[in-house]
């Protein structure tokens, strides 16, 4: 079937039995499917001040709103949120079979859905767990010979081992220091070292050996690269990968500036910004490549590619790969909609429905 219109896409999904459930700490990010599926809903988190607009959209259970209180303490993941009793008494109100679209997935929601019966719209929990590693990009990299910034990953330890100077003297005075067993993106784990006070202050952070009350093996300590934070997202499919535009994006704002960390995301410029022809070809080239690497792992669907793009020097570095939902959704696909564009969300799901279209 060739999907050419949105009219297309909401046939195609009628022929499906069962019901489509949007899964969010807040609605929003979930809200695409509304546009081309006529019974959708959304089971949130958080209740928030957009959900009178939302629910014209869809019908939204809000877990903060059904229990009138406060949220349960672990209540931070779409995994915990699914085993609250609350949302499973939801649940199994509605139709048989329930499809699941998760920003991403997670090892205890896998064995919940196998228990339960739940079709999740999402890659295996261990795939994603894998592809997030910074070892796997940098392993990755280096297969596909992508273009990486100096440096590497070294053993936790390493960071007191050697000083400020001896990294400078091989890196120069601007370093990214990262922690790769942070799993949270949007820049939590990073830091911008320009100074051995700063490094030193790090160094003396970082001395019980966690973060974030996670424990720390290792640390990527790389030359930092002047250029523009930028991305793209990506759908595989088994007929080749789909990639959006390339977008800037906001990194430490002034309203950033509490967080303990640096490289903070705080959003896309959703503007018509004139890349060269050069970088564009670049930044595709490497993203079909990157695209074609992780397929061929059994990874489908959406995929997130950030790059800094050093002008200037016309070079493009690939720096990291998000395996889920990122924070371009759903003004990307909204973008898309207004431009009569099937957004990627459609894409995503019929990769896991193995619903084959051109």
Known sequence: M???????????????????????????????PSYFLDSYRIISLRKTGDMPLLRKKAEIFCLEEEIGGSLPAD????????????????????????????????????????????????NPADLRLKLRDRAFFQHMAAELDLRQAPGAIWPIEVIRER???????????????????????????????????????????????????????????????EGVPASVAICITRD????SGLQKQLVDLPYCSDFPEDGIFCGHVWDETLWSSAVQEDVLNQ??????????????????????????????????????????FPMLSLLHLQNDIIPLEVFHMLEFLDLHTV
């Open 163 to 225: 000083g400020y100077e001896d990294w400078a003297t091989t890196l120069g005075p601007e370093l990214v220091i990262q922690l790769p067993d942070i799993g949270q993106g949007g820049g939590r784990g990073t830091f911008f070292v320009r100074s051995a006070e700063a490094y030193n202050l790090l160094e003396e952070r970082l001395r019980e050996g966690t973060w974030r009350e996670v424990r720390l093996k290792s640390v990527s300590i790389r030359k930092f690269i």
């Open 287 to 328: 993203a079909n490549r990157i695209g074609g690497y992780v397929s061929s792992l059994g990874y489908r669907g959406i995929l997130g590619i950030d790059f800094i793009i050093d002008e200037q020097g016309r070079e493009i570095y690939p720096i990291e790969i998000n395996p889920r939902f990122t924070g371009a």
């Open 240 to 243: 080749g990968n789909l990639i």
């Open 75 to 122: 209540a931070r993941d779409s995994a915990h949120l699914l085993a609250h009793q609350s949302v499973k008494r939801y649940l199994n109100k509605l139709p048989e079979p329930k499809h699941l679209l998760l920003y991403q997935n997670y090892p205890d929601l896998e064995k919940l859905a196998e228990k339960l019966g739940w079709i999740l719209l999402a």
């Open 2 to 32: 060739f999907l050419r219109e949105l009219d297309h896409v909401r046939d195609l999904f009628n022929s499906v039995n069962g019901v489509f459930v949007g899964v969010g700490i807040t609605a929003f990010p979930r809200i695409i």
